[in-house]
């Protein structure tokens, strides 16, 4: 096996050993992406130069005879909408193409003191706002089990790094299931963690009340040991959680006998594929076997997160893009006669087709004739929905559901109709509303050997428990150690490597 297909957990040990050195460590991923990532795409910025130095500098360290940090050696991609100082940041836009941030956002920072090593930056839906990855200005990501599907999104080009083997680990963010809905796209494990465990500093925003940073990895253990690292209270961060936080890696116990799993309803419906319906079911017999209680419940206000996520969402999304007027950053068209034109003009030539359909959404809802009646009430169900989680969660532990209502679909199938994209969020939105933890793993795959995933909510701030769950799960099935066959005879290569 090579060193780029190890996992983080059995990669770290050979490192803290000596075994391998961090530069061939690195050396082995970058082939893997100058090898393929030509046709899959997950990457709109590879960063050659800054992780061998990276790289080198470790090993430098090791050999003095310093411990091994948490993370030391591991290659790691990050979503293109994370601040990485000196480090081109676009957010998958025309308008931030030649961004270069001057700071690192705090999980970059946490993630460099733990030793990890910056692979490159992955493509992701413009700003955020996608399901699919092909809301990218720059190009669309393709799925590495099949390049004719597309990996999810918004954070797609993390999800194929990690199943391509393209990266040992990667962050991703998830304001309405952009962590969650591609790992089960592309068979890994994704965690959005709770509203405020993990800072948002220098991630670009979306919608501020919602957005969050997480672990992307190839199993569980792997995201234990990513949040371990990356959650924590952070001054710079407002809505920053303050308690103390665990090791989450000491949760990652195979028994969960006793444990009490509720089944929303809701999640369920009409909408559902059959082949997820079925993995679904026979993910909780495999649960059922494994100890848990298995308890039926309604999330009665569930079938309102969709709309209201949107009207919240948008409207948020109008506010922090406001930002970007052509003056101090950004595109700034040259073909203007006033600062009202330029800026309109570099507005609109800047940002993308989904962009534009949710700052004029966003801008309506938020009008005086409109307020009350749409984002007054978008909040108000907000909360309901956020009460019915806790009433739930007085007699149950964690909740299980679909990740998605279907498996990866074909690029181009949803891209004409932005509504049916938005379906791809339907289970994924109702966590972000209420700011609690979610997570999808692996739990089979459909007749064309699509991957399809199981997700797990739990109560504010218990990520513990998701962990607990979701690692038992895992090592009582196989779904984890599956891998696409991304070799480079296996796809008619289409470019070569991006760097800076």
């Given at each position: 096996m090579r060193l780029n297909e190890l996992k983080a957990h059995e990669l770290l040990p050979m490192i803290s050993r000596q075994e391998v050195t961090v530069e061939e460590a690195v050396t082995c991923v970058l082939d893997r992406i100058s090898a393929i990532d030509g046709t899959i795409q997950a990457y709109i910025t590879v960063t050659c130069e800054h992780?061998?130095?990276?790289?080198?500098?470790?090993?430098?360290?090791?050999?003095?005879?310093?411990?091994?940090?948490?993370?030391?050696?591991?290659?790691?991609?990050?979503?293109?909408?994370?601040?990485?100082?000196?480090?081109?940041?676009?957010?998958?836009?025309?308008?931030l193409e030649d961004f270069i941030p001057p700071y690192d956002a705090t999980v970059i920072q946490h993630l460099e003191d733990a030793g990890a090593i910056i692979i490159g930056k992955t493509n992701m839906d413009e700003f955020a706002m996608g399901s699919s990855t092909e809301n990218s200005a720059m190009f669309p990501t393709r799925n590495p089990w099949n390049p004719k599907r597309v990996p999810g999104g918004s954070s797609g080009g993390s999800a194929a790094a990690v199943i391509s083997d393209e990266a040992?680990?990667?962050?991703g963010s998830d304001t309405g299931g952009s962590i969650r809905q591609p790992a089960s796209f592309c068979g890994i494990v994704g965690l959005k963690p709770s509203y405020g465990l993990v800072s948002r500093h220098g991630l670009i925003g979306y919608a501020s009340s919602?957005?969050?940073?997480?672990?992307?990895?190839?199993?569980?253990?792997?995201?234990?040991?990513?949040?371990?690292?990356?959650?924590?209270?952070?001054?710079?961060?407002?809505?920053?959680?303050?308690?103390?936080?665990?090791?989450?890696t000491e949760y990652l116990i195979p028994d969960i006998t006793g444990i009490t799993v509720g089944v929303p309803k809701e999640f369920l419906d009409e909408g559902l594929s059959q082949a997820v319906r079925d993995a679904f079911t026979e993910a909780l017999e495999k649960l059922e076997a494994l100890g848990v209680t298995i308890k039926d419940v309604s999330l009665p206000h569930a079938r309102h997160a969709l709309a209201a996520y949107y009207v919240i969402s948008s409207a948020e999304a109008g506010s922090n893009l406001a930002r970007l007027d052509g003056v101090r950053y950004g595109v700034r068209t040259c073909a203007s006669e006033d600062f009202a034109s330029m800026m309109a003009k570099s507005r609109g030539e800047g940002f993308g087709p989904e962009v534009k359909r949710r700052i004029v959404l966003g801008t309506y809802v938020l009008s005086a004739e409109n307020h009350d009646k749409y984002f007054n009430e978008a909040l108000r169900v907000r909360s309901l929905i956020a009460r019915d989680f806790q009433e739930v969660f007085e007699t149950c532990d964690c909740l299980v559901g679909p990740t998605s209502?279907?498996?990866?679909?074909?690029?181009?199938?949803?891209?004409?109709?932005?509504?049916?994209m938005y379906l791809s969020d339907v289970y994924t939105v109702p966590?972000?509303?209420?700011?609690?933890?979610?997570?999808?793993?692996?739990?089979?795959?459909?007749?064309?050997?699509?991957?399809?995933?199981?997700?797990?909510?739990?109560?504010?701030?218990d990520e513990a428990t998701l962990l607990q769950v979701a690692y038992a799960f895992e090592q009582a099935t196989d779904f984890h150690v599956r891998r696409p066959e991304a070799e480079p005879n296996a796809y008619e290569l289409a470019g070569g490597e991006r760097s800076v």
């Open positions: 992780a061998l130095r990276k790289a080198r500098e470790a090993d430098a360290r090791l050999a003095k005879g310093e411990p091994a940090r948490p993370l030391e050696g591991l290659s790691v991609a990050v979503k293109d909408n994370i601040s990485t100082k000196g480090i081109r940041t676009t957010a998958a836009s025309k308008y040992v680990i990667a962050l919602m957005d969050q940073i997480g672990p992307m990895t190839k199993d569980v253990r792997d995201c234990a040991l990513v949040l371990s690292a990356i959650a924590g209270h952070d001054p710079k961060d407002s809505q920053s959680y303050p308690g103390e936080l665990p090791d989450y209502p279907t498996v990866a679909f074909e690029a181009g199938e949803k891209t004409r109709d932005p509504l049916a966590p972000n509303l209420a700011g609690i933890p979610g997570m999808s793993v692996p739990c089979g795959f459909d007749k064309e050997g699509m991957p399809v995933g199981l997700q797990i909510m739990g109560r504010q701030y």
